[in-house]
């Protein structure tokens, strides 16, 4: 059997503890405990408010700045930044560019080329081009898109190995 001993209290306050361990369905002995438990295990006193310090107050408000900073600082690269680099390119972009007069030179002699032969050389290389453009031509007429259900869509070649190695040889050649 347990102990019990005697508090000397204020009837007041008795009355008042009473109805307090009924509310909370519990006996005296166990809602005293339970108390002493809370104060204890939260480092409380009844004796101080438990409004927050100053200190408290300011490192809270300093978090919350940090905080707000921190979205500043996002919303700035996510939108601010970008969107203003945009205008700025519109805005170059509408700039009215005068037309750069270049003066055309004679062909001279010295470099050691005669018109002939610049002639040639710029139909051989008007050939080279037609001939990579229709090689191209090729090339995108047999490609194949392919839908991918479960990643990226992807391109496809449709000619044969062999074909495709005589390709990269004649390309090899040209260059």
Do not use: H
């Not at 005068?98 to 005669?114: A, Q």
Request: no cysteine.
């Amino acid at each position: 059997m347990t102990t019990k001993s005697r508090l000397q209290i204020q009837s007041k306050t008795a009355n008042r503890f009473r109805e307090f361990s009924k509310k909370n369905n519990s006996n005296q002995s166990q809602t005293l405990d339970l108390i002493l438990d809370f104060f204890e295990k939260n480092n409380l006193s009844p004796f101080e408010t438990l409004a927050p310090s100053k200190v408290s107050l300011e490192t809270l408000i300093k978090k919350r700045i940090d905080a707000v900073i921190a979205i500043l600082k996002n919303i700035e690269k996510t939108q601010t930044k970008p969107g203003f680099l945009m205008l700025e390119l519109l805005m170059e972009g509408r700039s009215i560019s005068k037309p750069i007069l270049v003066e055309k030179k004679k062909i001279s002699s010295s470099n050691g080329k005669s018109p002939e032969q610049l002639e040639l050389e710029i139909t051989q290389l008007q050939n080279e081009l037609k001939a990579t453009k229709q090689d191209l031509e090729y090339l995108l007429q047999n490609v194949e898109i392919k839908a991918n259900t479960f990643g990226s869509d992807y391109l496809k070649l449709n000619i044969s190995p062999t074909e495709f190695e005589k390709f990269k040889i004649t390309i090899k050649r040209k260059s």
